[in-house]
């Protein structure tokens, strides 16, 4: 007996199912494509790319400025070198009412997206602050130069230099699999399968990994 889910009857039906989905208020978002490594590589900019810092000085409290540059360094200065020190995607966020001479200050980095780091950093900012103190804004953020908010592929640092280097030396078939909350990835031979354990491991149980180059 044929599975009624087999080949053309199940894409119909999957489509119907998706516009009843859609009726209701509810459209299902497609599965996320993967890339092959031709692809991928031309997506990404080199693993080797500066950084790109922003930073909004305006979100630091006046008072944190004045001891800054009472010591005889802009603040925007200080801004810079602590973007410096967190590696791309990353950033870092406060809270106003805290400000910047907290002991639990700390950048969140090398995540696969700006707007991964950017929630990592919200989150432990927000897990670290007083509970009578102002949620956490984002104060400075790294990308990779040439690198845009609107790429529709992006990775690590190390992710992106494992992909042109340990990834493409093995033989086909393989795939590439990374966790969007943890920053780690992993890959290996074969269907997949593999390459999510090596994600997950590397993630320390990460349970969000996925499969976004296949070969």
């Given at each position: 007996m044929t599975p009624i889910l087999d080949g053309i009857v199940g894409d119909n039906i999957m489509k119907i199912l998706m516009s009843l989905a859609c009726v209701a208020g509810m459209c299902l978002p497609a599965a996320a494509e993967t890339l092959s490594f031709k692809?991928?590589?031309?997506?990404?900019?080199?693993?080797n790319a500066k950084a790109s810092i922003t930073f909004d000085a305006a979100a630091v409290p006046a008072a944190d400025r004045a001891k800054i540059e009472a010591g005889g360094q802009p603040l925007e200065k200080l801004l810079g070198q602590l973007g410096a020190s967190i590696p791309a995607y990353g950033a870092l966020a406060i809270s106003p009412s805290e400000g910047l001479f907290v002991d639990w200050l700390n950048g969140a980095g090398q995540f696969h997206s700006i707007g991964d780091a950017r929630a990592a950093a919200l989150a432990y900012c927000n897990g670290k602050r007083k509970g009578g103190s102002a949620?956490?804004?984002?104060?400075?953020?790294?990308m990779p130069r040439g690198s845009s908010e609107e790429d529709v592929f992006s990775l690590s640092g190390p992710a992106n230099a494992a992909l042109r280097g340990a990834y493409r030396k093995l033989k086909s078939p393989k795939a590439f699999a990374i966790s969007a909350k943890t920053g780690n990835f992993g890959f290996d031979r074969g269907d997949g399968g593999r390459a999510l354990d090596a994600c997950a491991?590397?993630?320390?149980?990460?349970?969000?990994?996925?499969?976004?180059?296949?070969d």
């Open positions: 692809e991928a590589r031309k997506a990404l900019p080199r693993a949620k956490c804004v984002l104060l400075v953020e790294v491991v590397a993630g320390k149980g990460a349970k969000d990994c996925r499969i976004v180059v296949v």
